[in-house]
């Protein structure tokens, strides 16, 4: 197996006095940051920290913008009009976008988080409306979306670059959608299990679900999670195996700009 794909974390979840993460850990093994901007978790504080650490390592910087729901940390069902949504994520990714600027990077993708993300990958129109909000801001700025969804296709259709990506720590429905958080199984909590995946999923060429089904289709970033206690463990565990057999792992815009002579994308091997 050989190639080029990209690794990604959600990281900059800490609030106030709130710890949450290992993100300068996780910096050292992922190449795209997903930060939160303030809306589910992050402050202004933690934003800049961790632009500053990301850019050190040499991280590509993307803003995780979400529903506003601190306590629920993004992941409780909202209904929001089309003009409120657009408002909110453009006064985030902005925000970050700003930090990033201040701090002599910038940003070089979206991925919404939680409901945001989860709700736009099956509704056409919610997705229209977080796309119109990145293509508003600036049309340069990456999509990253969850292979076969809905999101993913609206950003294409509107002339985004659109990464997809697969998850190390999901299972997945045979119509290749993850599996609820509050369907038993869905998170996969070992490094064992999340690297039997992630290989299975290369070798597959595709999304292979809790049920065995397998779907072909192509994706350019892995995402281990930052927020669970073995995040490190299972990163780590995750990069070694992916190094081990043979595919680069590159920061998201190098991803994007396709494989050079003789390489193949892992999910087409």
């Given at each position: 197996?050989?190639?080029?794909?990209?690794?990604?974390?959600?990281?900059?979840?800490?609030?106030?006095?709130?710890?949450?993460?290992?993100?300068a850990?996780?910096?050292?093994?992922?190449g795209?940051?997903?930060?939160?901007?303030?809306?589910?978790?992050?402050?202004?504080?933690?934003?800049?920290?961790?632009?500053?650490?990301?850019?050190?390592?040499?991280?590509?910087?993307?803003?995780?913008?979400?529903f506003?729901?601190?306590?629920?940390?993004?992941?409780?069902?909202?209904?929001?009009?089309?003009?409120?949504?657009?408002?909110?994520?453009?006064?985030?990714?902005?925000?970050?976008?700003?930090?990033?600027?201040?701090?002599?990077?910038?940003?070089?993708?979206?991925?919404?988080?939680?409901?945001?993300?989860?709700?736009?990958?099956?509704?056409?129109?919610?997705?229209?409306?977080?796309?119109?909000?990145?293509?508003?801001?600036?049309?340069?700025?990456?999509?990253?979306?969850?292979?076969?969804?809905?999101l993913?296709?609206?950003?294409?259709?509107?002339?985004?670059?659109?990464?997809?990506?697969?998850?190390?720590?999901?299972?997945?429905?045979?119509?290749?959608?993850?599996?609820?958080?509050?369907?038993?199984?869905?998170?996969?909590?070992?490094?064992?299990?999340?690297?039997?995946?992630?290989?299975?999923?290369?070798?597959?060429?595709?999304?292979?679900?809790?049920?065995?089904?397998r779907?072909?289709?192509?994706?350019?970033?892995?995402?281990?999670?930052?927020?669970?206690?073995?995040?490190?463990?299972?990163?780590?565990?995750?990069?070694?195996?992916?190094?081990?057999?043979?595919?680069?792992?590159?920061?998201?815009?190098?991803?994007?700009?396709?494989?050079?002579?003789?390489?193949?994308?892992?999910?087409?091997?």
């Amino acid at each position: 197996m050989t190639g080029r794909i990209n690794l990604n974390a959600d990281l900059g979840e800490s609030f106030g006095a709130w710890e949450m993460g290992s993100d300068a850990e996780l910096l050292r093994i992922v190449g795209a940051a997903n930060i939160a901007c303030g809306f589910h978790a992050g402050d202004p504080l933690v934003m800049r920290r961790t632009v500053r650490q990301a850019l050190a390592a040499g991280v590509s910087l993307g803003a995780h913008p979400a529903f506003p729901d601190l306590q629920g940390f993004g992941r409780r069902v909202m209904q929001l009009s089309a003009a409120e949504l657009e408002a909110m994520l453009i006064y985030q990714i902005g925000a970050l976008g700003g930090i990033a600027q201040a701090e002599g990077g910038r940003l070089t993708h979206v991925k919404p988080h939680g409901a945001l993300n989860n709700m736009a990958c099956e509704d056409a129109a919610l997705a229209a409306s977080v796309v119109s909000a990145i293509r508003s801001l600036d049309r340069s700025l990456i999509l990253l979306a969850p292979a076969l969804s809905k999101l993913a296709l609206a950003g294409m259709a509107a002339g985004l670059p659109v990464a997809t990506e697969i998850f190390a720590d999901r299972a997945y429905t045979d119509a290749g959608s993850l599996v609820p958080r509050s369907q038993p199984g869905a998170v996969l909590h070992t490094a064992e299990a999340c690297v039997a995946q992630v290989l299975r999923m290369c070798d597959a060429g595709g999304i292979v679900s809790a049920g065995g089904q397998r779907i072909r289709t192509d994706f350019h970033s892995i995402c281990v999670h930052g927020d669970g206690p073995q995040a490190v463990v299972v990163a780590t565990a995750v990069r070694s195996a992916l190094l081990a057999a043979g595919v680069s792992l590159l920061p998201l815009p190098e991803v994007l700009q396709g494989p050079r002579d003789g390489d193949v994308s892992p999910a087409m091997v």
